[in-house]
């Protein structure tokens, strides 16, 4: 989306589909920054209705919709790309997810994107860091949430340390308290399990160090005021407040008994396992106190969101970092990425491919679709394509990095085939053209900038292009004419006709 269009959103959106809660923000945008305008949040607890095999039952669907249709109202009207809707641990898991997701995206009318914990464990760091005063020094941001616990060591608005572990207080109460009954012996089992999981990122994160501690999820929100009801904090979690809220835990023996003061009653199936979870990163880490910032994934997402249409855009520095370390040849991606918009602009009345929102995956496709060189010549596009899907890339979603490997593996051989289109739904035509564009784009800048390319007409139409250079320049350039010739067999293929004259 252009610039120009982004400083028209008077009005922004974000909403996490979390594995406890789903939440929304809207915001409005003054000269660049964000002022929160509604906060709403429900607890779904879509975590609890996934089964064994991950399947997301009927009923944990239907509240999810159920809120979301709430939510709606707050939306409708707003353009594509003022609204950003993120799902996390639970959509992350669940088998099942793109039938949830088609009907949230029907319920909402915006895409919703799935994303990886470590992006998520970006977004909550960006949330935290515009909410927090701007000190000098590294922060430890953690985020329990109800599938998974996010650590996050960064300092001032940048994250230097992300990670996710499958540890979360909805999916701790149906394996450690799953009738509610609570025990010391129980209690322990959660406990060691959430510091097992830690053992594998502890040691990074004291390596790397740092001087501040903060909450950002609902479950230490939640203890720190029942600390703080208890006399022993001014809302922060700290160690006396963790053993006290233990001990009056453990004498409950029940969930439906915990008759704690500070404690909102929809937080008192979750209590025992985030308490576990939140003592077990204590000790781990060596926390000794915590205070909690409303910023969070939702205000990480806004954040970002406006990033990418203003300042700075995490994804093209993402590419960047990408290009450097698998050494592309730059000037060699600035071409292609040049002509790959001409050539996109002149299929545009018969293609309608600028208009789509996967149109800036083409200019990113032609910058990283050599990245594969680095591992090997043979099979590079393969190459590419895996360590795209597969790499952290901050500010892409998994979709997104399944679209861009989609790209840059159809760049040269075979184009993706209808199997492989076919799991991205209605955008597979313009993917397929969007891949065709691309190779254009390459085979025209074959000879890599040592040679002088004449300008080419193209027309297109709905399955058909033509390309026509000045006359007599094939039979001058063989090379090129073998190129085109042996593109348009595999245009055949895929049901194009490709003409070169």
Known sequence: MAEAEANDFSLVAAIDLGSNSFHMVLARVEQGEIRILERLGEKVQLAAGLDDDNMLSEEAMQRGLDCLRRFAQLINGLPPGAVRIVATSALREARNRGQFIRQVQQVLGHRVEVISGREEARLIYLGVSHTLADDEGKRLVVDIGGGSTEFIVGERFESLLRESLNVGCVAF???????GRITAARYSQAYTAARLELMNIEQAIQRLGWSEAVGASGTIRSVGQCIQAGGRGQGEVNREGLQWLKRKVLKAAHVDKLDIQGLKPDRQPILPAGLAILEALFDALGVEVMPHSEGALREGVLYDLLGRYSHEDVRERTLSALMERYHVDLDQAARVENKALRLLQKVEPAWQLAQSKLAPMLVWAARVHEIGLDI???QFHKHGAYLIEHSDLPGFSRPDQ????????GHRRNLPNSDRLSEFGDEAVTLLRLCMVLRLAILYHHI???QDMPEMTVEAA?????????????EDNPLTQADFEREAQYWAKAGYRLTVR
């Open 402 to 409: 399944q679209t861009l490997a989609l790209l840059v593996r």
């Open 448 to 450: 890599r900038g040592f």
């Open 462 to 474: 709905d399955d058909a292009l033509a390309v026509t250079f000045p006359a007599g320049w094939l």
């Open 376 to 378: 090997a010549h043979n």
């Open 173 to 179: 109460s149906r394996q450690f308290f799953p009738d």
